[in-house]
């Protein structure tokens, strides 16, 4: 499963994404991660979620993250959701940048079951065909 909680700046999305990872939590068999570009939001989450914030790594662009998320995978297969709360900010692109991330999520879901859940910055309406498929 990859989801996209869409919407522009302001509308709620972090706190959606957040709500969602808790419950993730409570229920999961697997790990939960959840991350983020700013620890800002470290004291909402629960304490069983491995929070990783990028502004603590040297990540650049889309291909610099796929190999980061490659990377938390390899150390730890059990991972079972992965919650991404600004992709685009994160990787420094706008939503016509995603389609290789999104080829790898799909990859990782294959390979290992993980669920990707993100939040864009974009209305359902601005984004590209591959992406509003996966918008809620």
Request: glycine residues 10%; charged residues 25%.
């Amino acid at each position: 499963m990859i989801k996209l909680i869409c919407g522009e700046k302001g509308t709620g999305k972090t706190k959606i994404i957040v709500d969602s990872v808790n419950e993730a939590a409570k229920t999961a068999k697997g790990n939960v991660v959840f991350i983020s570009q700013k620890k800002s939001y470290s004291a909402n989450i629960d304490f069983n979620v491995r929070c990783v914030y990028t502004e603590d790594f040297s990540i650049s662009g889309v291909a610099g993250f796929i190999g980061f998320i490659d990377g938390l995978m390899a150390g730890n297969a059990d991972i079972e959701y992965i919650y991404i709360d600004g992709i685009l900010r994160i990787t420094d692109t706008d939503v016509n940048g995603l389609e290789g991330f999104i080829a790898e999520a799909k990859k990782l879901e294959k390979e290992y079951g993980v669920k990707f859940i993100l939040t864009v910055s974009c209305s359902k309406e601005g984004l590209p065909a591959y992406l509003s498929e996966l918008c809620d």
